[in-house]
């Protein structure tokens, strides 16, 4: 069956704006701010935008409203690909307002309002929607969460992946209704009680599942399929890091991609790693926020860089179904 979508994104939004320093400061000081920025942003809403950076087919729903953030985050996302046709009409929803800090060292603080947030509904999301991706990209911070969507996009068979971060009371049934999950190291240690990434992502699997990944920023990730469950590494690429915000939500964005686009968990590993980097190393410095999310074309030319024969060649020729397919 035909899908007009590789990745429908439902999730938080976020105009961030970012405040850059040399180093973060300690408390109860003053220190000069070299740049500041407004971008979009929010988990699900930055791994959409790098669907939609990536060539992808790309759709993303929330409750907006014709406010200010609203609009700015509307704009942003069709300037990078994102269908917006199907927002939710609520005159007091919006993004959530974020407040970033970002080190010379690309390390960043987020503080963020979550005012303006209303959460999507299964009754907001239409079956007919659902049907028309091939793959539907859910997070979660704070409750309420998103697990009536998720149980109703599994019970039409629409895959589900996970992006989740909140520690909270729904949480796991959340990770229950994922067919991939993708979790930063922090969740994986707090829901498994271990800190080691190796031990939490073998726990995590243990719900029969696609694929299980722990990723661990600069030290790669952790993955565990339903073929090959023990619980494997993958590397991170090394670049010189200036500005991590979104790091993370570009490989969710990248990931899932490939996977809609049928290619096996390892390659689709290796494509959201190198499209991580290069969010990571964000042209030299020269890029921020979105303006940093990579194109296809960028990713294919790091990895011909980056990659050996004779596993350069192999997972290039797989790869290929990224460009054939847009």
Known sequence: ???????????????DDLCYVSTYPPVDCKIPIHSTIRQGGGPACT???????????????????????????????????VDISHMVQDPEGGPYHSFIVVDGSG???????????????????SISLLHSAALILLDHITEPSLASVAAKARHHEVPVLGD????????????????????????AAWAS??????????????????????????????????????????????VDAFDTNGCGDTFHGAFALAVARKLAIEEAVTFASASAALKAFAAGGQRRGWDALP?????FDFLRARLREPEKQSILEKLEVLRNSR
Not at 107 to 125: E, G, K, M, Q
Not at 295 to 299: A, F, G, K, P, Y
């Open 1 to 15: 069956m035909n899908k007009r979508y590789d990745v429908l994104g439902i999730g938080i939004a976020a105009v």
């Open 47 to 81: 791994a959409i935008a790098a669907v939609g950076s990536l060539g992808g087919h790309a759709a993303y729903t929330a409750r907006f409203g014709d406010n200010e953030l609203s609009s700015f985050m509307k704009a942003a996302l069709a300037s990078h690909g």
């Open 107 to 125: 390390h960043r603080n987020v503080f963020f309002d979550p005012a303006l947030y209303r959460v999507i509904t299964a009754d907001d999301v």
């Open 164 to 187: 989740f971060e909140g520690q909270t009371e729904s949480s796991m049934s959340l990770t229950a209704l994922s067919d991939y999950l993708v979790v930063p190291k922090a969740f």
């Open 193 to 238: 009680d271990d800190p080691d990434p190796r031990n939490s992502c073998a726990f995590l699997a243990r719900e029969k599942r696609l694929a299980t990944v722990v990723t661990a920023g600069a030290e790669g990730c952790y993955v565990s399929t339903a073929t090959e469950p023990v619980v494997r590494h993958f590397p991170a690429f090394r």
């Open 295 to 299: 194109s296809l074309e960028e990713v």
